[in-house]
């Protein structure tokens, strides 16, 4: 297929697509430098082996678990033409967003009340690559709900439909990788010790 053929709308939307594409591979990129370098560090004589994660790390996945199934039920629903129920969803998928950083941030709060710090005489290496890492993503995630309210306001004004829902397909695309990228990254983080 070449690429430079269609109207401006349809390489529009192929340039749009593929600009999200790079994002999420310069993003993979990223990561995998910080999970390269946190598996280099393990080996170090300061890390700390014993080091577990916040539990409320775990709940939060299962919120942006379940938020990446919300979302993908409102972009069906707009594709299906029923923006009233995409608009619901979308905003509970909003909501989740918010529950999801909620949750990191108590996590965070949890390891300080245990006595770990990102810096300084009572943190390690490994607590470094935790908070750098799951804060990193929180950034990412803080994009993402961005992203999600641009969203969530073009389907109140009824710019998405089953003839046109690149937007908001999108959208999804980008929060179903966060959701992907954050599962990976607490799997990593829990079995690399």
């Known amino acids: 297929m070449d690429l430079t053929q269609g109207t401006e709308k349809?390489?529009?939307?192929?340039?749009?697509?593929m600009m999200l594409w790079f994002g999420i591979a310069s993003l993979i990129m990223g990561f995998a430098g910080w999970?390269?370098?946190?598996?280099?560090?393990?080996?170090?004589?300061?890390w700390d082996h014993g080091l577990e994660l916040p539990s409320?790390?775990?709940?939060?996945?299962?919120?942006?678990?379940?938020?990446?199934?919300?979302?993908?039920l409102a972009t069906r629903a707009s594709k299906h033409n029923k923006q009233q129920l995409s608009v619901i969803l979308l905003i509970v998928t909003l909501a989740m967003g918010i529950a999801f950083i909620y949750f990191q941030s108590e996590g965070f709060s949890q390891m300080v009340n245990e006595g770990t710090y990102l810096t300084g005489s009572a943190s390690s290496p490994k607590a470094s690559f935790i908070y750098v890492i799951a804060g990193v993503h929180i950034i990412h995630v803080i994009a993402g709900l961005i992203s999600l309210m641009v969203v969530l306001y073009n389907q109140v004004k009824g710019k998405y439909s089953s003839?046109?829902?690149?937007?908001?397909?999108?959208?999804?695309t980008f929060w179903h990788f966060l959701g992907i990228l954050w599962v990976y990254l607490i799997l990593f983080m829990t079995f690399v010790k």
């Open 10 to 17: 349809e390489k529009l939307d192929r340039s749009k697509k």
């Open 163 to 172: 003839e046109e829902y690149l937007g908001i397909s999108l959208g999804e």
């Open 35 to 46: 999970t390269s370098a946190y598996i280099v560090s393990s080996s170090r004589k300061d």
């Open 56 to 72: 409320l790390f775990y709940v939060s996945t299962s919120i942006i678990i379940l938020s990446s199934l919300v979302y993908f």
